[in-house]
């Protein structure tokens, strides 16, 4: 595989990823996010960044604009801009930030392992 074709392929995945979020299909969200799956965010929590572990994390939706990818091997790092117009812990978001997911295949899959985000500056 090329690696332009493995960079649109982790770009389709998420959109799909995205998208089940945003569809709240949590079973596919479950196969796209490995068992070990953190979100390390500055939105939540007080005074610093909170990880959400994946159950969590898949409670949450939102939606993304313009990802970049990069591969390395079988790893591949998609960095995008973020926005979420939600109720989280009974307060109303309507924010923006920046997002890094880190995605791994294994076994012949991509999975996402992890995600950063910060606010968008």
Do not use: K
């Not at 005074?47 to 604009?65: D, K, N, Q």
């Not at 109720?87 to 997002?99: K, S």
């Amino acid at each position: 595989m090329t690696a332009r074709s493995v960079e649109q392929e982790i770009l389709d995945l998420e959109h799909e990823w995205m998208g089940t979020g945003l569809s709240r299909d949590r079973a596919r969200c479950e196969v796209l996010t490995a068992e070990e799956f953190v979100l390390v965010s500055a939105w939540w929590g007080v005074g610093g960044a909170t990880v959400l572990g994946r159950r969590a994390w898949l409670e949450r939706s939102f939606a993304f604009h313009d990802p970049r990818v990069e591969v390395a091997g079988d790893t591949a790092l998609v960095t995008t801009d973020w926005t979420q117009d939600a109720t989280v812990d009974g307060q109303d978001w309507n924010i923006g930030a920046r997002l890094t997911d880190v995605w791994a295949r294994r076994d012949g899959r991509w999975q996402v392992v992890s995600r950063y985000s910060r606010p968008r500056t």
